[in-house]
């Protein structure tokens, strides 16, 4: 399908000449999205040999097009209920390790494209970037199984060290001294072990 790209009016102005080929090449791709079912390295591949050379300065990234493909495919079907399909669903708030790349792809896609920056931040610290030949994706800041809580969650762990914290601060308040001496800080750690003990007993008992 031509893409037709109209004269200005009273509330349009004509795109800007160097941005005429990027609007024409996110028009095909949508229409290829919308109407086929051609894998997105296919549609790619296809529309982008008829790109101008002289125009690769403003070329979107590829997950940017990836994304423009993505969002023009219909969204899952619902159950009769309004619900996903079972092998759709999710109902834990956080996803296996294993499921954290596939999901951040899904939540990419309904960022704008003037999000780019930002989702490329949080990949290339969280996720890891596709590697530009091969397979994989490069070394990442963070690896995946430090931050993920997914198994802490479903045994009823605690997701942070806020309680380690509030503890501290308690126990702090307690000591009441900056620098307390071995004996005074001894005690202190005394009671606060007897305090425990007493509380862990009445939990039994409601």
Do not use: C
């Amino acid at each position: 399908m031509d893409t037709i790209v109209s004269g200005p009016t009273e509330h349009h102005h004509t795109p800007t000449p160097d941005l005429v080929p990027v609007l024409e090449l996110k028009n095909k791709i949508k229409t290829r999205a919308a109407e086929t079912e051609e894998l997105p390295s296919t549609i790619l591949h296809s529309v982008m040999r008829s790109f101008p050379l002289d125009a690769a300065n403003q070329l979107p990234q590829s997950e940017t097009l990836l994304r423009t493909i993505r969002r023009q495919r219909p969204a899952p079907s619902m159950t009769a209920n309004n619900q996903l399909p079972d092998h759709l669903k999710q109902t834990d708030p956080f996803v296996p390790v294993l499921d954290v790349i596939k999901a951040f792809d899904l939540v990419a896609d309904d960022f704008d494209d003037e999000a780019d920056d930002f989702l490329g931040y949080f990949k290339k610290t969280w996720i890891g970037e596709p590697k530009k030949r091969g397979t994989g994706r490069k070394k990442l800041l963070f690896l995946i199984e430090l931050w993920n809580v997914y198994d802490r969650t479903v045994v009823n762990l605690p997701r942070s060290n806020n309680s380690i914290e509030g503890w501290h601060n308690a126990f702090a308040k307690r000591v009441a001294i900056a620098h307390p001496s071995i004996s005074k800080l001894t005690e202190k750690i005394r009671r606060e072990q007897s305090k425990f003990e007493v509380d862990i007993a009445q939990i039994p008992q409601g």
